[in-house]
């Protein structure tokens, strides 16, 4: 296929669906944890993340032979590279719990994997529109929604924050938690980042 051809938009699509998915496997890996497992429930999460970077450099590749991109090269150079990030920050959570040796979850845990699932859809469903952002009348909706939910993510940042420090938890535990709690709440930020990523480059080209 000719260079030229090269459907940006699709692709940019395709990659937020790997951060979907890739959300729905960790909820999948929270609700069925266990230590004994984990180590393969990575290596299927790395092969997601694989699969991403694969995409992403597969645009890298059109995009260096691309006389004129659709939109700005440094515009769909930085959205490719902030959407892998997402996928990047999901993988790394399964990583903390095989790295810190977790033998069990708090509860917190699954609410915050299903509320990065919400995120990242919401982050699909801009990208669905973004070829069509002079008319589209949702892709506005979506932008905001993902900006709300990523301060209702803050909210369980908070709240899983002031349990741990307010529970009967070793110094070890607070520690091991609170940069686990942290790195859930670090994929809702990513999903804003691209959200807004999104928003600044349709108003560039309004």
Known sequence: MASHKYNYFDALVQM??????????LVEAIQTFDPATLLEKIEIMRRLEHTADE??????????????????????????SKIDDIVDSIDEILHH?????????LPECLGFSQHIVLC???????????????????????????????SEGDKLYNEAIR????????????????????????????????????????????
């Open 16 to 25: 937020t669906e790997f951060a979907c998915e890739a959300s729905k496997y």
């Open 55 to 80: 995409k992403r450099h597969e645009i890298m590749t059109y995009l260096a032979k691309e006389f004129l991109p659709p939109i700005e090269r440094e515009d769909i150079i930085e959205l490719t």
């Open 97 to 105: 719990f095989y790295l810190y040796n977790v033998q069990a979850l």
């Open 120 to 150: 990242c859809d919401s982050v699909r469903r801009i990208a669905i529109e973004f070829h069509n952002f002079r008319k589209s009348s949702t892709i506005r909706d979506s932008i905001i929604l993902t900006n709300r939910l990523e």
């Open 163 to 206: 349990k741990i420090f307010t529970s009967d938890f070793s110094e070890r535990q607070v520690v091991v938690w609170t940069r686990i709690i942290a790195s859930l709440e670090d994929c809702c930020d990513y999903c804003e980042d691209v959200s807004e990523l999104f928003d600044s480059v349709i108003m560039k080209n309004s």
